[in-house]
């Protein structure tokens, strides 16, 4: 380690062994770990071997007992002595020793081909660590073209040889090591790029293993590392490099489960689908809060999921052509499964409470000629040893989307599927019940995905979903719940509006149960427009017999002057019964905005008529617009570019402009002038009547009240709005200065001065 707080030593110990779970920094793969660090150096080397790699390794692993990993981040010499003490460390000492494989023309001091052996690392008994990406998915590139850092991909920039780390056939493993988040110095983080962030990866792993199998051989740490690696030779990318990736990518939890198993054995096989990334098979998963979008389900139009690992817009051809879903399972116990342990899939419409087996076993129908779910297929999941995966791929042939467009639903390519392993070897912690989510959460045989990315600058920038009491036999009543539920996505609140159109049935439903609701405002109630105030709004206690339903469209409007560096929002959605608030199943919303879209402003130019009205004059924003004009209630009043009111009262307006391409908008609140006045006083002075002329409103309660300004008196003149003019006796009232107000629904409108004599 350098000796410096800000050098490279703090930046590979984080990754091996910094401290997590305290809510600062980075998290590290060696959890609760202990570290012993040394700078080198003559007083940290064994005297038997002075100035040497091998030599320090020998002194730390003779002065510390306790020590069963050494990570080495550096690039020493080569020779036989030194070959023999890490020999004598692994199988003598039985310490596990790991050492990055080198950098290729990467290193900025020791740039080498990546094909040379570099040292300590190429020693036999040594673990030699190279380097793959991690931080983007497969097939990911950026708004600027770049293709780096693919998951399981040895090259950093795609499809460019030049920026490899070392590959050779001495490399044993290889861990990510680029753009890993890293220490540097005592407060501050960054990215690393370097075989000497992947090395720690894998020492991690290995001191993780050791705190579950104190006993456990060096020779056997790397066996289980070797053995539970992800084969990756098989990527396009990594073909030519074949053979010279060592056994592939470290899998953790493969080989913390393979060394725990070795430890101490638990009969009994357990296959799990996991419902997140929180999710590690934990029977009930209460862990997992959106339990309806599990990562281990994904869908595409072509069968490339083995690669790309990511749900994509699907496509329908014809009803010829198929989509593909794909379901991992992971073995997540000590007993190897047999091969002849079976995986279901079942689709169904996007929807909330989907009841289980009805919806999803082709029992319903939304119309007679249109199904609302039905089993996909059955495969035999393949033999898989303890902490191994697998990916199976699914053939499915959807109904045509118009055919639910016809239904009020928009963006119908909104499916969902649900997962299910079937074996008597590993059969269901709790029997299954009618509710689907409760089922999923129960048991980590199922998982399902109900979920949808929508890009606001595509068509259809919305999307429906079921709600309702479909394929159940009772009656149900029960609360449908907006929700976001990380910091991240909770920025939606502000940055958007979020708006639900109900169809007639859902709107029906809801009004006849009382219309009740929390943090919901009724926008168009022609339409059926409701619009979502605040996280967590809902409507309650909505009353449905058997087989009753209705459809929910959600779409977001981003505030153009709100858009910032964040590209995707999730929202969820999920229905609960009222009384118990048992989830009954969700759907989730991911919105996609472009974060460099240009802003634009709402602007008005008004013109007075001459006959009395104002015409507000909407200013160009350089791309096709929607103008909506809503009144003090927020309800809409108007749409169209130019807006004329005729008021005597000053009233106040709010235009809306909604770009067409991806609904951004921006808004400007009017304000027409307040016509109500006194027009005039005559004679004045006055000595027997003075003639006051007015205009006020025809739903005004409206009077003049003359005050003397110095005694105080004053008298009240109740107007006729239907008239224009009062006539006030002036012979009786005392000589002076009179202030005259006109008041108008007990406000002051306009004041004039009238004289007496």
């Known amino acids: 380690m350098s000796t410096t707080s800000g050098g490279h030593g703090v930046s590979v110990a984080s990754v091996a062994a910094g401290d997590t779970g305290n809510t600062e920094g980075i998290s590290s793969i060696g959890y609760d770990s202990s570290l012993i660090l040394s700078s080198g150096g003559p007083s940290f080397t064994s005297n038997s071997y002075p100035n040497s790699i091998a030599g320090q390794c020998l002194f730390l692993a003779e002065n510390h007992d306790e020590i069963k990993v050494i990570n080495i981040s550096l690039v020493g010499g080569n020779s036989d002595v030194q070959a023999s003490i890490f020999e004598f460390l692994n199988q003598t000492l039985n310490v596990t020793v790991v050492a990055a494989a080198g950098?290729?023309?990467?290193?900025?001091?020791?740039?080498?081909?990546?094909?040379?052996?570099?040292?300590?690392?190429?020693?036999?008994?040594?673990?030699?660590?190279?380097?793959?990406?991690?931080?983007?998915?497969?097939?990911?590139?950026?708004?600027?073209?770049?293709?780096?850092?693919?998951?399981?991909?040895?090259?950093?920039?795609?499809?460019?040889?030049?920026?490899?780390?070392?590959?050779?056939?001495?490399?044993?493993?290889?861990?990510?090591?680029?753009?890993?988040?890293?220490?540097?110095?005592?407060?501050?983080?960054?990215?690393?790029?370097?075989?000497?962030?992947?090395?720690?990866?894998?020492?991690?792993?290995?001191?993780?293993?050791?705190?579950?199998?104190?006993t456990i051989t060096a020779t056997r740490?790397?066996?289980?590392?070797?053995?539970?690696?992800?084969?990756?030779?098989?990527i396009p990318e990594n073909e030519q490099y074949a053979g010279l990736l060592g056994a592939g990518r470290v899998n953790a939890y493969a080989a913390v489960l393979?060394?725990?198993?070795?430890?101490?054995?638990?009969?009994?096989?357990?296959?799990?689908?996991?419902?997140?990334?929180?999710?590690?098979?934990?029977?009930?998963?209460?862990?997992?809060?959106?339990?309806?979008?599990?990562?281990?389900?994904?869908?595409?139009?072509?069968?490339?999921?083995?690669?790309?690992?990511?749900?994509?817009?699907?496509?329908?051809?014809?009803?010829?052509?198929?989509?593909?879903?794909?379901?991992?399972?992971?073995?997540?116990?000590c007993e190897t499964s047999t091969g002849n342990e079976l995986l279901e899939l079942y689709w169904a419409k996007g929807g909330l409470s989907q009841q289980w087996p009805n919806v999803w076993n082709g029992n319903f129908n939304l119309d007679p000629n249109t199904p609302i779910g039905n089993q996909v297929n059955t495969l035999n999941i393949p033999s898989l040893s303890p902490g191994e995966s697998t990916i199976l791929e699914f053939q499915w042939q959807p109904l045509d989307p118009d055919a639910y467009a016809n239904l009020d639903f928009e963006n119908p390519w909104m499916f969902c599927f649900l997962s299910r392993i079937v074996t008597s070897a590993d059969p269901m912690a709790v029997t299954e019940g009618s509710n689907a989510a409760l089922n999923t959460r129960n048991n980590n045989n199922i998982a399902y995905k109900n979920a949808k990315v929508?890009?606001?600058?595509?068509?259809?920038?919305?999307?429906?979903?079921?709600?309702?009491?479909?394929?159940?036999?009772?009656?149900?009543?029960?609360?449908i719940e907006f929700f976001t539920n990380t910091v991240e996505d909770d920025n939606l609140w502000q940055d958007a509006e979020v708006r639900v159109e109900l169809n007639h049935d859902l709107w029906n439903l809801w009004q006849n149960s009382g219309g009740q609701s929390s943090d919901v405002r009724v926008i168009d109630p022609i339409q059926r427009v409701i619009e979502l105030t605040a996280n967590n709004a809902s409507l309650n206690n909505v009353a449905m017999q058997s087989d009753e339903w209705g459809i929910a469209t959600l779409g977001v409007n981003f505030l153009v002057n709100q858009v910032d560096a964040q590209e995707n929002f999730s929202i969820h959605v999920h229905q609960l019964e009222s009384t118990t608030q048992e989830v009954l199943g969700g759907f989730s919303y991911t919105f996609l905005r472009d974060n460099q879209r240009q802003s634009f402003n709402a602007g008005t130019n008004k013109v007075s008529n001459t006959d009395?009205?104002?015409?507000?004059?909407?200013?160009?924003?350089?791309?096709?617009?929607?103008?909506?004009?809503?009144?003090?209630?927020?309800?809409?009043?108007?749409?169209g570019s130019d807006f004329t009111i005729n008021n005597m009262i000053a009233q106040e307006y709010r235009l809306e402009?909604?770009?067409?391409?991806?609904?951004?908008k921006d808004y400007k609140t009017v304000e027409t002038e307040d016509k109500r006045i006194i027009e005039s006083i005559s004679p004045n002075p006055a000595t027997t009547s003075a003639i006051v002329t007015y205009l006020v409103a025809e739903e005004d309660n409206a009077y003049l009240m003359l005050t003397h300004t110095i005694s105080g008196v004053f008298?009240?003149?109740?107007?006729?709005?239907?008239?224009?003019?009062?006539?006030?006796?002036?012979?009786?009232?005392?000589?002076?200065?009179?202030?005259?107000n006109l008041i108008a629904n007990g406000v002051i409108i306009d004041a004039k001065q009238l004289i007496i004599n």
Not at 145 to 159: E, L, P, Y
Not at 465 to 476: A, F, K, Q
Not at 659 to 664: L, S, V, Y
């Open 103 to 214: 950098n290729g023309f990467l290193h900025a001091t020791y740039a080498i081909p990546p094909t040379t052996y570099v040292y300590p690392a190429s020693y036999e008994h040594v673990l030699s660590v190279s380097s793959v990406g991690s931080y983007q998915p497969y097939g990911s590139v950026y708004d600027n073209g770049a293709t780096v850092g693919w998951k399981d991909v040895h090259q950093f920039v795609v499809g460019n040889d030049f920026f490899t780390h070392q590959h050779n056939d001495k490399v044993d493993i290889v861990a990510p090591g680029y753009t890993i988040p890293v220490a540097r110095g005592l407060d501050t983080y960054q990215f690393g790029k370097g075989t000497s962030y992947a090395s720690p990866m894998v020492a991690g792993v290995a001191a993780l293993m050791y705190s579950l199998h104190p």
């Open 221 to 234: 740490v790397k066996e289980i590392l070797q053995e539970t690696a992800v084969f990756i030779d098989d």
């Open 258 to 333: 393979q060394a725990k198993c070795d430890a101490n054995y638990t009969p009994g096989l357990d296959l799990i689908i996991r419902n997140s990334e929180d999710d590690y098979g934990v029977e009930p998963d209460v862990d997992t809060n959106v339990i309806w979008d599990s990562p281990d389900i994904w869908v595409r139009n072509q069968n490339d999921g083995i690669l790309y690992q990511k749900s994509e817009d699907l496509h329908f051809v014809d009803d010829q052509t198929p989509v593909y879903v794909y379901v991992k399972v992971t073995n997540n116990s």
């Open 454 to 479: 929508i890009n606001v600058a595509g068509r259809p920038s919305r999307g429906s979903i079921v709600v309702g009491n479909v394929g159940s036999s009772t009656s149900l009543t029960s609360d």
């Open 612 to 639: 009395g009205s104002e015409t507000f004059f909407v200013e160009d924003i350089n791309e096709e617009a929607i103008y909506n004009w809503y009144d003090e209630d927020g309800v809409l009043i108007y749409s």
């Open 657 to 664: 402009v909604i770009a067409e391409t991806d609904g951004h």
């Open 715 to 740: 008298y009240n003149y109740i107007l006729d709005s239907q008239n224009s003019s009062l006539t006030i006796p002036t012979q009786n009232l005392a000589q002076g200065t009179y202030i005259v």
